[in-house]
């Protein structure tokens, strides 16, 4: 089990850009996968974007070309990197492992107005 803490989400108009920041209670070296998931009022949570060890991405096609995620083994941190942000993309954002474990951070709120 690894404690999460998400931060970075805010308000921004339509086209801005965010990036979001998830940081590890401990050494996420040896998880093989980490991923961005998102959960918008009244919907479920979805994954939109993972890396695996190997650098390896993937993305939800809602967001493939506009976010981007990477890993830093080194400060045990996870970013969500999101440009040309659309209303639609607005919900709680969190990171957790893939698949993920039982417990959830706080997440971070991301708003986007049109």
């Known amino acids: 089990q690894v404690q999460l803490v998400e931060s970075g989400g805010g308000l921004v108009q339509a086209g801005g850009s965010l990036r979001l920041s998830c940081a590890a209670s401990?050494?996420?070296?040896?998880?093989?996968?980490m991923g961005w998931y998102r959960q918008a009022p009244g919907k479920q949570r979805d994954l939109v974007a993972h890396?695996?060890?190997?650098?390896?991405?993937n993305y939800a096609d809602s967001v493939k070309g506009r976010f981007s995620i990477s890993r830093d083994s080194a400060r045990n941190t996870v970013y969500l990197q999101m440009n040309s942000l659309k209303p639609e993309d607005t919900a709680v954002y969190y990171c957790?492992?893939?698949?993920?474990?039982?417990?959830w951070g706080r997440g971070t709120q991301v708003t986007v107005s049109s």
């Open positions: 957790n492992t893939n698949p993920p474990q039982k417990f």
């Open positions: 401990r050494s996420i070296f040896s998880i093989n996968i």
């Open positions: 890396i695996t060890r190997g650098d390896y991405t």
